[in-house]
């Protein structure tokens, strides 16, 4: 009996030391595996405060920029053609660049090429020599008329010669307007005489649409040319014409459809001197007024040289009236 029972109690003790190994083996097993656990947890939660405390750190650097530039006491550069003004201090800019202002192909701020503008100059009898940024090219110009005027004079009198130049040009949305000045010779019953004859006449400027608009002609040794030709509104041309033998200057205007227009003529004649005369000059238009200048010149026989006065400068209505000087 005695010996049936410690046999009972040493398999129980056995059964319970088994089950306490057991038991002490998964105890073991899960406090190894709650340390591991907790190492990630910790290296995930201090990746992200790396992260945060770099984005704040990040974020003040961008604040205190921003900020220091508002607080900046600007100091700002001049603005140029090209770039708007800028401050020497943070960086910021202010407004936008000027642009260039561009006067007989150049820019009258930073002295920059202007590449549409053109130069003229004439070419001959026939033509024209056109030159835009660096390309020359030549504008082939009729002159039937003038050697038709030419064969009228051969009809009847003798070595009659000719000679065709091209001035005071004008280019106005794609459109040349110049003045052709033809000076004819020739000899008649022994006596040499000359005609001189200005014509106005627009052009394409690839040298299509040659348009005559209008013509001046010197007889009876009256000395009439076109001097200048300086503006374009409304469809109408505005030039100068002088008469030397009148002692006057005018302004004109034509249009193809219209005709030619006196609008306004300057000087009087103050003496039967031939060298007495009358010049405008220094015209130009502007918010809707013709402004000119005009100057009266006279030989001084005595010290033969030329005396001049200056008369003032006007402004005018397109249409000629409402003269007024200025100064």
């Not at 001049?78 to 260039?100: F, I």
């Not at 033969?304 to 000629?320: E, R």
Request: aromatic letters at 10%.
């Amino acid at each position: 009996m005695f010996k049936k029972t410690l046999s009972v109690m040493l398999v129980l003790g056995m059964l319970l030391s088994f089950t306490a190994c057991k038991k002490s083996k998964t105890s073991g097993d899960v406090e190894s595996s709650i340390p591991e656990t907790s190492s990630v947890e910790t290296e995930s939660s201090d990746d992200k405060l790396t992260d945060s405390a770099l984005n704040s750190v990040l974020g003040s650097a961008s604040s205190e920029n921003e900020s220091s530039k508002a607080e900046c006491a600007h100091k700002f550069s001049a603005a140029t053609c090209t770039a708007a003004a800028k401050c020497t201090l943070c960086g910021v800019t202010n407004g936008t660049a000027l642009g260039h202002s561009y006067s007989a192909g150049k820019c009258s701020r930073c002295g920059a090429a202007d590449k549409n503008y053109a130069t003229y100059k004439s070419g001959g009898k026939n033509s024209i020599v056109l030159t835009r940024d660096g390309k020359t090219t030549t504008l082939k110009i009729d002159t039937s008329a003038a050697d038709e005027r030419l064969q009228n004079i051969s009809s009847f009198a003798s070595s009659p010669s000719m000679n065709i130049t091209y001035e005071h040009f004008l280019e106005v949305e794609g459109w040349l307007y110049f003045a052709q000045s033809i000076a004819i010779t020739y000899t008649y019953n022994n006596t040499a005489y000359d005609v001189n004859v200005d014509e106005i006449y627009k052009i394409k400027t690839d040298g299509t649409n040659q348009t005559k608009i209008a013509t001046f002609q010197e007889t009876e040794d009256k000395g009439i040319g076109v001097s200048e030709v300086f503006g374009f509104e409304g469809n109408n041309i505005y030039y100068v014409v002088e008469n030397e033998d009148e002692g006057i200057c005018s302004i004109y205007k034509a249009t193809v459809s219209s005709g030619l227009t006196n609008l306004i003529t300057g000087g009087k004649k103050l003496t039967d001197a031939y060298n007495d005369y009358a010049t405008i000059f220094d015209c130009s238009i502007k918010d809707g007024y013709l402004y000119f200048s005009e100057k009266r010149s006279t030989y001084n026989t005595e010290t033969s040289s030329v005396d001049t006065v200056q008369l003032g400068k006007y402004k005018a209505k397109l249409d000629g009236t409402g003269i007024t000087k200025i100064s």
